[in-house]
């Protein structure tokens, strides 16, 4: 029986597995075991994660067993895991999450019941860029771009759900993005707001992503007349994305669904 924690942040769902848990399993089998919906608990993903003095490292595996740097909303997922499931008391309010693509640190602004809110340091964007693209058959000028993994932001006059999953699902694996892509089709309806869908690599369609959201901010302030401190909504909710000198900043909430163990 192998002990599992789930958490999600506005939908976007991960499952918690301790390393020294796992043994010797393939860990892109078992992501893919355990994140399937329908056979398995059912995940966006599986964080592999070793606590350490100041707060955790991990390791991300996608629901397709494909291996990502780092997730906004896993690493928030985590920290909630460690203040209400191992009782972790962050000293001065701060936790460290060290991850794939760097360290990120989190700063709690709220807990209650078994949500935590917190502000999350994310890191500075690279390699921003516009670029035109042919996907299948449809020239579409694209923002590429790193925010610890990578992205491309379609910036829209008005979201269609059918539009991202056909375009979303060539993206990911189009020849421009060797490492596969995440996605998001953004709309910017005011200077503090931005509207997205996503589609996630390897998971496709998905309720929230923090990374999502920090490149959809960096995306629509470069390229979209949006401001450096706005509300990104997504299907599951808004989180906010502050794009300062010191990086980006990304704040929300994550919940703790359960704590149990798998059978499988």
């Not at 067993?65 to 985590?78: A, D, H």
């Not at 499931?85 to 693509?101: K, M, N, Y």
């Not at 035109?132 to 269609?160: F, I, K, Y």
Request: hydrophobic share 45%; glycine share 12%.
């Amino acid at each position: 029986m192998l002990p599992v924690i789930k958490a999600h942040a506005y939908g976007n769902d991960f499952l918690y597995v301790e390393t020294a848990d796992t043994g010797d399993r393939d860990l892109p089998a078992l992501a893919r075991a355990l994140c399937a919906r329908n056979t398995g608990i059912g995940a966006d993903g599986l964080i592999v994660y070793r606590r350490t003095a100041r707060g955790a490292s991990m390791r991300l595996f996608n629901a397709d067993g494909s291996y990502s740097e780092v997730s906004g909303n896993g690493v928030r997922g985590l920290g909630t895991v460690l203040l209400i499931v191992h009782r972790v008391e962050p000293a001065d309010g701060q936790l460290v999450v060290e991850t794939d693509a760097g360290v990120k640190g989190l700063t709690l602004l709220s807990r209650e019941g078994a949500r935590a809110t917190f502000r999350a340091a994310m890191g500075h964007p690279a390699d921003i860029r516009e670029e035109t693209l042919d996907v299948v058959g449809e020239p579409l000028r694209v923002v590429a771009l790193r925010v610890g993994n990578p992205q491309c932001v379609c910036l829209e006059a008005s979201l269609d759900e059918g539009r991202m999953r056909r375009l979303g699902a060539a993206l990911e694996h189009h020849p421009a993005f060797p490492e596969g892509t995440n996605v998001e089709f953004a709309h910017v309806e005011s200077s503090d707001r931005v509207n997205i869908l996503i589609w996630e690599r390897g998971v496709g369609p998905t309720l929230a992503s923090g990374t999502g959201a920090c490149a959809s901010a960096v995306a629509a302030a470069a390229f979209g007349r949006a401001g450096r401190d706005v509300r990104v909504a997504s299907p599951g909710g808004v989180q906010r994305v502050e794009w300062r000198d010191d990086g980006l900043f990304l704040t929300g909430w994550a919940d703790l669904v359960f704590v149990g163990k798998w059978a499988g």
